[in-house]
C-alpha cells in the first residue's frame, strides 16, 4: 500500500463547530421541532446515513484522542464533540424521563418519531475536517459520546448501517483515569442526581446506580467500568461480525500511522495525512498520559479486581490483548 501523502496534521473543532464540554454535549442549534429523517424501509439502503462510525468504550479510554484524529479523514462528518445535548435534547431520551433509570437505551427507545427526529439533529450539525456541511446524497458520520456505550442497540436500530469501533485499553489504566476524572470535578454529568448521596455523579450513568450509594469511590468506579464493558460487550457479541471492529489502545500510541491507515480502511474510510509519531492531546487530558500514572491510584484498584475478574478477562479476549 503506498504511503500516505504528508499533509500536516491538525487538530480542533472544524470550522463553524463549537466543542461542547464533558456532560454537556456539543453546542449545536436543535433541529426544528417537526424536522425529521426517518430511516429506510426495512432491506433497503439507508438513503441519508451512510456506514455511520460509532466509537465505543468505557470511558476514559482514549475515545477523545481517536474521534479527533479521524475526524480529519475525508470525507467524513462529526457535530464536532460529543452528542450529550443533541440526544438528550429528544424528550423521551434524557434520563429524567426513564426516571434516571441510567444512560441504557434499548432498541425499543428507536420508535419512527424518535429515529426520524435524532436523525434529523445529527445530520443538521454535521461539518468535515473543513467545517463544510454535507453535500446532498448520503453522508459518513463520525460519532463519540462514552454514554453510546450503553446505548449500541438503539444506534444500531436508528442507524441501521451503523459500525462501531470498540476501544480497548488496559482496565487499570482506565480505572486510574476515571479516578482522576470523579476527582477533577469536571466530568460531572449529572451532578444533582435524584437519590444519589455521594459525590456529584460524573461519567456515564449506568443501570444499577443506586446500589453504589455508600460506597468508596473506588468501588464506584470499577463498577462503572464493569458495567460498562459488560453491556457493551453482550451487544457487540449480539451483532454479525461486519458492523464491529477492535483496536487497541497501546497499538495506537505505539504506531498511530499505521493503526489509523488500517482503522479507517477497515470501515471504508481513506486517510491522507501524517500524524507523525505521536498523536497529539485530546481535548479532555487532565494531565500528561503515561502508562504508570494509574500508579498513583494503585492501593484503591488493584484490591478490586478480582471482583470483576471474570469482565477483564472477557474484555482481553474480544480486543486480542
Not at 178 to 206: E, H
Request: contains cysteine; charged residues 20%.
Amino acid at each position: 500500500r503506498a504511503a500516505a501523502p504528508a499533509v500536516a496534521m491538525s487538530w480542533g473543532a472544524p470550522s463553524g463547530v463549537r466543542w461542547g464540554m464533558p456532560g454537556m454535549g456539543a453546542a449545536v442549534a436543535p433541529a426544528p421541532a417537526a424536522a425529521t429523517l426517518p430511516p429506510p424501509r426495512a432491506g433497503q439502503p439507508d438513503p441519508v446515513f451512510e456506514r455511520p462510525v460509532f466509537i465505543v468504550s468505557s470511558p476514559r479510554s482514549g475515545s477523545t484522542m481517536l474521534f479527533e484524529a479521524m475526524a480529519t479523514a475525508p470525507g467524513i462528518h462529526s457535530i464536532g464533540g460529543e452528542s450529550h445535548a443533541l440526544i438528550e435534547g429528544v424528550p423521551s431520551l434524557n434520563p429524567a424521563a426513564r426516571g434516571f433509570d441510567s444512560n441504557r437505551l434499548g432498541a425499543d427507545a428507536a420508535t419512527p418519531q424518535v429515529v426520524g427526529a435524532l436523525r434529523q439533529r445529527f445530520h443538521a450539525a454535521l461539518r468535515d475536517r473543513d467545517g463544510r456541511p454535507p453535500a446532498p446524497g448520503r453522508v459518513r458520520m463520525l460519532e463519540k459520546t462514552p454514554k453510546n456505550s450503553l446505548r449500541i442497540p438503539f444506534l444500531a436500530e436508528t442507524f441501521p448501517e451503523g459500525v462501531f469501533i470498540y476501544l480497548y485499553r488496559d482496565p487499570r489504566q482506565v480505572l486510574g483515569s476515571m479516578m482522576d476524572a470523579w476527582q477533577s470535578g469536571k466530568f460531572r454529568t449529572y451532578p444533582n442526581l435524584p437519590g444519589w448521596s455521594g459525590p456529584p455523579w460524573s461519567l456515564l450513568l449506568i443501570p444499577g446506580w443506586r446500589e453504589l450509594n455508600g460506597l468508596p469511590l473506588a468501588d464506584v468506579v470499577v463498577r462503572q467500568w464493569e458495567a460498562t464493558t459488560r453491556w457493551l460487550l453482550d451487544d457487540l457479541e449480539a451483532m454479525p461480525a461486519e458492523r464491529r471492529c477492535v483496536v487497541r489502545y497501546d497499538a495506537l500510541v505505539a504506531d498511530p500511522q499505521g493503526e489509523l491507515e488500517k482503522l479507517s480502511a477497515s470501515v471504508g474510510l481513506g486517510w491522507d495525512r501524517a500524524v507523525g509519531a505521536s498523536l497529539p492531546l485530546a481535548r479532555y487530558t487532565l494531565s500528561q498520559p503515561s502508562a504508570d500514572k494509574w500508579r498513583k491510584h494503585e492501593a484503591d484498584i488493584l484490591p478490586r479486581l478480582a471482583g470483576v475478574q471474570a469482565t477483564l478477562d472477557r474484555a482481553a479476549r474480544f480486543a486480542g490483548a
